[in-house]
């Protein structure tokens, strides 16, 4: 099963592209995820990864509520501990206005939350205490339309978390630029193990939005 | 900008990881001449690479330098980390991406082109010195 879907599915896991190729009629298979293992292997793995996709179809299919959206992956990459549930589904909801008021309401957006464990992060040689956002925008977008975006998230991100204006990065690239960053990333696991590396952390992205309420997981794989 | 993102098998101590966040800015900076408070270093842990890969360093830097420039940044990097980490050169993989700078914002600013640096306000003025680092032990 894991041979047949392409890389494109697995890195874009809300694009419609990896939805339909996932295909299928399935009931949301809550529990299936549920009883995911890390410890399981062989048969009973790929099992369990192959519900998991099918859940993936019904979720984006029930939460666009539509064809015609756009779905945006935000990559937010914050420390560990550093927001709570409330700041992050308040920035979540401020995002997606900002993002929908400057470029339409036909974009849905996706936010990933990925946490560093102290440590894991430094600035100038230093601990970090910095937030980076991934906040992609259309492409070839003037910077008379993009600065302004961007000035405005950085300065809600500020407002909803308490933080400095130097503990916030934003990046808005333009959407083909983010894919190729991101395939860069990805490109540095073990060939063979792209595929699983990338549903591991897919399924963890997922346990970790049954557990706290919004897709997230750890840098450490 | 740059962000560089260290990946490993295995977890780094700690004290590895300050060395090796500070080589990095320092041939970055000495390389480029771009300011120390721009350089962020992150590290993953626990990844599946390469066979025989013992250390991944993926830089995501500011577009607008020379091929030239580019090629002896990698190079120079790859040497020193594996000077540092006392790594071979099959045990080291390093990519970099570059990224125009007018889609970063960092201290609440766009950030500069590359060797336009002296001419940015907000950077001179102090950016990143206090308020963006925790006190390190």
Known sequence: MLDKIPMDQIISPMSDYYIFVAGGQTPCPITTIISYAPDSQGVKKQFTVYQSIYFLRWFHKKSTKGEDMKSIRVMCTIQEGSLGYTKIKQLESSIKDIYQKYFGPDYKLVFMWLTLPHGQAYLAGKLSAASSVQLPVQDGLPASRRHPFMSEVCAKWQEITGCTQDQIILASSDFTESEKFQRGLVNRFKPSKRKSTMLKMLMRFMMGRFKKGYYNTSVTL | ?137
């Open chain 2, 1 to 137: 900008m740059p962000l560089y993102t260290v990946t490993t098998p295995k977890s780094l101590p700690n004290s590895r990881r300050v060395e090796l966040a500070n080589l990095i800015m320092n041939v970055h900076c000495g390389l480029t001449g771009a300011p120390e408070t721009f350089v962020n270093v992150m590290f993953w842990e626990n990844a599946t690479l390469n066979d025989g890969v013992a250390m991944h360093v993926y830089g995501g830097i500011r577009k607008g330098r020379t091929a030239e420039m580019r090629e002896t940044l990698q190079k120079e990097m790859s040497r020193r980390i594996c000077q540092l980490m006392i790594l071979t050169d099959k045990e080291l993989e390093t990519d970099m991406f570059e990224m125009p700078a007018q889609w970063i914002m960092e201290g609440g600013e766009i950030l500069p082109e590359p060797g336009e640096e002296h001419l940015c306000e907000w950077l001179l003025n102090g950016h990143g010195t206090e308020h963006n680092q925790k006190a390190f032990i």
